[in-house]
């Protein structure tokens, strides 16, 4: 059995966010839709400064069981080319984390666009109002979409041409850098894919043995 810390497992949550994330983008890229109870919580991350942990950003770890499963999928299985996407779509999301905690006007910028947000929401009642959605995009667009690498999302072009599509592909893209920012909080290195994927595995495994449990 392997033992893992507090921390290691705080950012194998956060980790998991950032696979449903991405793992949304790319059935929207690639279907027209997604499921929006796996979507909701991922939206509703943003707006949250203070957590007792981890888990309760994304108002319990019942929520990103996608994010696990897909979690599991990259670490133990044979990947398919769209899981490859999506794991591109990942390491992307974790690369522009690191070039935005060193931008330090933009980062500001951004905190200031998100602590607005409540606001916008009441306005229009929740989070899932298409007008939100529209305003989480464009807070991407005119600041994580300027850095490199940029991050082109790949499938059916009738999907990606779709507006409202675009703009909920662009806000998942922003709630998963605010995973990264977690994972990196919590000690996540590009390096633990390589060299930590047991242990990741692992914790991976018994977070979804916690989930059955509930």
Same mark, same amino acid.
């Given at each position: 059995?392997?033992?893992?810390?507090?921390?290691?497992?705080?950012?194998?949550?956060?980790?998991?966010?950032?696979?449903?994330?991405?793992?949304?983008?790319?059935?929207?890229?690639?279907?027209?839709?997604?499921?929006?109870?796996?979507?909701? *919580?991922?939206?509703?991350?943003?707006?949250?400064?203070?957590?007792?942990?981890?888990?309760?950003?994304?108002?319990?770890?019942?929520?990103?069981?996608?994010?696990?499963?897909?979690?599991?999928?990259?670490?133990?299985?044979?990947?398919?080319?769209?899981?490859?996407?999506?794991?591109?779509?990942?390491?992307?999301?974790?690369?522009?984390?690191?070039?935005?905690?060193?931008?330090?006007?933009?980062?500001?910028?951004?905190?200031?666009?998100?602590?607005?947000? *409540?606001?916008?929401?009441?306005?229009?009642?929740?989070?899932?109002? *298409?007008?939100?959605?529209?305003?989480?995009?464009?807070?991407?667009?005119?600041?994580?979409?300027?850095?490199?690498?940029?991050?082109?999302?790949?499938?059916?072009?009738?999907?990606?041409?779709?507006?409202?599509?675009?703009?909920?592909?662009?806000?998942?893209?922003?709630?998963?850098?605010?995973?990264?920012?977690?994972?990196?909080?919590?000690?996540?290195?590009?390096?633990?894919?390589?060299?930590?994927?047991?242990?990741?595995?692992?914790?991976?495994?018994?977070?979804?043995?916690?989930?059955?449990?509930?």
């Amino acid at each position: 059995m392997i033992r893992y810390t507090d921390q290691e497992r705080d950012r194998t949550i956060a980790l998991a966010a950032v696979m449903q994330a991405v793992h949304l983008v790319h059935i929207i890229a690639n279907e027209g839709s997604a499921e929006p109870a796996a979507i909701l *919580p991922l939206l509703n991350s943003l707006l949250v400064t203070e957590a007792d942990s981890t888990e309760t950003v994304y108002g319990g770890l019942e929520h990103l069981d996608l994010g696990l499963e897909q979690l599991h999928i990259q670490l133990v299985k044979t990947k398919t080319k769209h899981q490859i996407t999506q794991i591109q779509y990942a390491v992307n999301l974790l690369r522009l984390e690191r070039k935005l905690s060193k931008a330090d006007s933009m980062m500001s910028s951004l905190t200031r666009e998100i602590d607005q947000l *409540p606001q916008h929401i009441e306005y229009f009642d929740n989070i899932e109002h *298409p007008q939100v959605i529209a305003r989480l995009a464009d807070i991407y667009k005119r600041t994580i979409s300027n850095l490199t690498p940029f991050i082109q999302v790949y499938g059916e072009e009738h999907h990606l041409e779709k507006t409202s599509n675009a703009h909920l592909i662009r806000a998942l893209l922003l709630a998963g850098i605010r995973s990264a920012i977690i994972w990196n909080q919590k000690g996540g290195r590009y390096w633990q894919f390589l060299y930590q994927s047991k242990k990741i595995t692992a914790i991976t495994d018994d977070l979804r043995s916690e989930l059955s449990q509930i």
